[in-house]
């Protein structure tokens, strides 16, 4: 009888090792973290990591790509045989903040270090990928204007902007005194504000 504990399978250490990437990246930004340092923090060798990957920016290139491709389905899901735009909206809001909720450590680099990553070649679908998300938006705000459901002098690229500024930070809030908000709690204040706004009628 052997005490030896099995190794993970290939696929699941990958994901291991993904995962503590993810959160060093996040934690002392891309460029500040070393191999060596993703190494020590999963216990092997910075030899043993090059088995996995061929360099730190292939580990970076797996995040953000799945973090983007998640998006990415979830709006194309959420605007697919929809005809009326608030409803798709409301579908989008859903979706992207559940999967920026699963994505904290991808959304951190993005933001923190979005101009490297947006320089390099290899990084090019991330410009393609946040102008997809942005039309995504514009045609469905362009769409409740013309049917008459959103004002007509909305902006909605700006209106973009603000929702996406909105979006993009954490989706649970809790205060000094304790006070908690869910994800869902979060996600039905921000449409109740932009569908019914703060003004009563």
């Known amino acids: ?22 959160d060093l990246f996040a934690e002392k930004g891309f460029r500040a973290t070393t191999v060596r340092e993703i190494a020590d923090a999963a216990g092997i060798l910075s030899g043993s990591l090059y088995h996995h990957f061929d360099s730190k920016e292939s580990i970076g290139d797996e995040i953000l790509r799945g973090f983007l491709d998640d998006v990415l389905d979830g709006y194309r ?22 999967a920026l909720s699963r994505h904290r450590a991808a959304l951190t680099m993005l933001q923190n270090d979005w101009a490297y990553f947006s320089a390099q070649e290899r990084f090019a679908y991330l410009r393609t990928a946040m ?5 995504t938006w514009i045609d469905q705000l362009e ?17 973009y902007r603000l929702l996406r500024d909105i979006l993009w930070i954490p989706t649970s809030w809790k205060q000094a005194q304790g ?9 039905d204040g921000l449409l109740r504000l932009l569908f019914d706004g703060v003004v009563a009628r």
Do not use: N, Y
């Open 143 to 159: 769409r409740g204007k013309q049917d008459g459901q959103f004002r007509a002098d909305l902006d909605a690229r700006l209106i």
């Open 77 to 98: 899901q959420a605007v697919a045989d929809v005809d009326d735009p608030r409803v798709a909206i409301e579908r989008m809001v859903r979706s992207s903040t559940a």
């Open 1 to 22: 009888m052997t005490t030896t504990k099995k190794a993970a399978p290939p696929s699941e250490r990958r994901a291991h090792l993904i995962r503590l990437a993810a």
């Open 179 to 187: 006070k908690s908000w869910t994800t869902d709690e979060v996600v």
């Open 131 to 135: 102008k997809e998300i942005e039309q």
